[in-house]
């Protein structure tokens, strides 16, 4: 079953703060200028809306098998090694820490209803 996430941590923090400079850019210049419509902004407000879909769709923690896969955006799919440990909870919202290697770990979120 695949599940969605949001990745948290330093690079969750970069990546989504990159994404959101798209975004404050964007309603900058739509705002600044004086015609109706602003195409700079309608094409860069376009590709934040692609990467923001991108990173969605592409942001997931699958099980197959006998074996877990975690897909980063920025990252080629890997093969967990070890299961996630559940690092906190609370209602919907479910906070999961995994190390990748001995130099990297992944904190995430994935959002799902009880049941």
């Not at 990173?55 to 942001?59: E, G, K, Y």
């Given at each position: 079953?695949?599940?969605h996430l949001f990745f948290l941590g330093k690079a969750g923090t970069i990546y989504y703060s990159w994404l959101m400079v798209l975004l404050f850019i964007s309603l900058i210049i739509a705002l600044e200028g004086n015609k109706a419509i602003m195409w700079p902004a309608v094409i860069i407000g376009s590709i934040?809306?692609?990467i923001a879909i991108y990173?969605?769709?592409?942001?997931y923690i699958k099980e197959e098998k006998n074996s877990l896969?975690?897909?980063l955006p920025y990252k080629k799919k890997v093969v967990l090694t070890q299961k996630p440990?559940?690092?906190a909870s609370w209602h919907a919202f479910h906070i999961y820490h995994v190390e990748l290697s001995k130099y990297e770990a992944v904190n995430y979120m994935i959002i799902q209803k009880k049941g």
């Open positions: 079953m695949k599940k934040f809306l692609v990173t969605f769709l592409c942001s896969l975690l897909k440990q559940k690092v």
